[in-house]
């Protein structure tokens, strides 16, 4: 009995799955990181959307740009350059050379998944959008750059419409970004597990199966995979779905079925 053999019985032949006690463990926790690259495909081509997505608004917003470059820490623009705002599917982006707005307006400006972007008088400023992740992550959702520290020195319209015309995300952040979706993945897969194992284990107790705790957890492990399957094709098709529930429910449902043909204690005598 191998993972493959495993995998195919987990679609078609549900009552075999038991077989999964006589896995080696470190077979299932390889099998448990399979399971999560299933989960963090979708996510991640959620991601490269958004960042294509963010790539275009950036071209668009780009021919709005008046001419402007930072110079010797300064943020300097021709006379007749007057400040705007400017919203796209996923940026907000405002351009101020007249110090009218701060940091706290340009994130104020910025609702739901859209960026907030902003080119002010004496700093470039960056707000991401408040969910928690950018905290946890980066430790803030909030960031500004002086001009004064002399970072953006060079920097002009011209060379930023060119940059952005010609930006390609490369396959190395691409990479990136697929491991570090990976991490969170694999640990939310490890909690439902867990939480999947203990239900199975206490209702192999109930039923009197002659099956150990790490027993259930290996065979509970193959029984997600229908549920990783189904739950990936979900988020293809929508964003806001929390797949814990499904996971855990249909996967206590097939462990019942795996388990069905286990031997069994005998019944104490009173």
Same mark, same amino acid.
């Given at each position: &009995? @191998? +993972? ?8 078609? %032949? ?8 006589? &896995? ?24 490269? +959307?958004? &960042? ?5 608004? /950036?071209? $668009?917003?780009?021919?709005?740009? #008046? =001419? ?20 796209? @599917? ?8 007249? /110090?009218? %707005?701060?940091?706290? =307006? ?11 972007? /902003?080119?002010?008088?004496? $700093?470039?400023? *960056?707000?991401? #959008?408040?969910? /928690? ?10 960031? $500004? ?34 491991? *570090?979706?990976?991490? #969170? ?18 209702? +192999? ?25 189904? +739950? ?6 929508? %964003? ?20 069905? @043909?286990?031997? %069994? ?6």
């Amino acid at each position: &009995m @191998n +993972s493959f053999t495993l995998f195919k019985h987990s679609l078609f %032949r549900l009552t075999d799955l038991n077989q999964a006690k006589k &896995m080696p463990f470190w077979k299932v926790i390889l099998y448990v990181f399979f399971l999560s690259i299933i989960l963090a495909l979708p996510i991640t081509k959620q991601i490269f +959307s958004i &960042m294509n997505d963010i790539k275009s608004d /950036g071209q $668009e917003i780009a021919t709005k740009l #008046p =001419d402007f470059n930072i110079t010797d820490g300064k943020f300097q623009t021709s006379q007749e350059a007057e400040g705007f705002i400017y919203q796209t @599917n996923s940026i907000i982006f405002t351009f101020d050379p007249d /110090g009218k %707005r701060t940091l706290n =307006d340009v994130a104020a400006d910025s609702v739901g998944s859209a960026v907030g972007l /902003g080119f002010l008088k004496d $700093e470039f400023v *960056v707000a991401l #959008p408040n969910s /928690g992740a950018a905290d946890a992550l980066l430790g803030a959702n909030q960031f $500004e750059v002086p001009y004064s520290k002399g970072t953006l020195d060079g920097l002009n319209s011209k060379e930023l419409k060119l940059a952005l015309d010609k930006a390609n995300v490369p396959f190395w952040i691409k990479l990136i970004v697929f491991i *570090v979706t990976l991490y #969170p993945t694999f640990i939310n897969l490890v909690i439902n597990l867990l939480m999947i194992t203990i239900g199975a284990n206490l209702y +192999s107790k109930i039923r009197l199966y002659k099956l150990r705790f790490l027993d259930c957890l290996k065979i509970a492990t193959y029984c997600a995979t229908l549920p990783v399957i189904i +739950s990936s094709i979900l988020h293809f098709l929508t %964003r806001s779905f929390d797949d814990s529930f499904l996971i855990v429910f249909t996967s206590l449902l097939i462990f019942f079925f795996a388990i069905r @043909n286990e031997e %069994r204690r005998e019944t104490p005598l009173v």
